[in-house]
């Protein structure tokens, strides 16, 4: 789905843009506190899954993974109140910065962690769970298609389950594919099909 419809801007006054950014700046102000707490859950996530870590101070000012995570909650956020342009500036920015690609489109649920974190790409339809780890290198993305444009509406993106772990370099494609919760998938695999809950997945 996209995030806005651009034709639907051209008919409207200033006056009523004026009111609609004022209404979704407030919308934006008021969420601010549940973003902040799933940033909560995410700094634990990887204090905790990282013994290289020896304060949250450290992932908060020199984690790369923890400043994309940061940087897509407050865009994901302007993404769902159908804010123009300014969520994927958003998180292009964080992509130059980091090497990390996160669509501001995508869903992830708390406790997140980016370890590492180089190279990884997130994309618009993809779900992603509670407590899922991921490693440099991952791709949660489409298989490819001809369809160009027409795809636009239709999920293409994977779904990770709850308690997830994606090593270094697996590929996880295609939108009917979900990865079943408590699932492990090794380094460098290439998966386009479901997998069941607790599965060991090795290259």
């Known amino acids: 789905m996209l995030p806005y419809d651009e034709a639907k801007y051209d008919a409207v006054s200033p006056e009523d843009l004026a009111e609609a950014a004022m209404s979704k700046a407030l919308d934006f102000l008021e969420a601010l506190p549940h973003i902040r707490a799933l940033l909560e859950t995410d700094l634990d996530a990887a204090f905790d899954g990282d013994p290289a870590a020896f304060t949250r101070d450290e992932i908060i000012f020199s984690y790369p993974g923890f400043y994309a995570i940061f940087t897509y909650r407050i865009a994901h956020e302007l993404y769902r109140l159908e804010v123009p342009l300014i969520p994927r500036m958003m998180t292009e920015h964080a992509h130059r910065e980091t090497g990390i690609d996160i669509h501001p ?12 974190g180089t190279g990884i ?62 699932s492990v998938i090794g380094s460098n695999c290439f998966i386009t099909a479901s997998v069941p809950v607790g599965s060991r997945v090795l290259s």
């Open 105 to 116: 489109g995508a869903l992830i649920g708390d406790h997140f962690f980016i370890d590492h």
């Open 121 to 182: 790409v997130i994309v618009e339809t993809t779900r992603i769970g509670s407590h899922v780890k991921i490693y440099q290198g991952v791709t949660l993305g489409a298989l490819s298609t001809s369809g160009g444009r027409l795809m636009n509406n239709i999920r293409r993106h994977p779904t990770i389950e709850d308690r997830v772990t994606l090593y270094a370099g697996a590929s996880i494609l295609g939108g009917s594919t979900v990865i079943g919760a408590g």
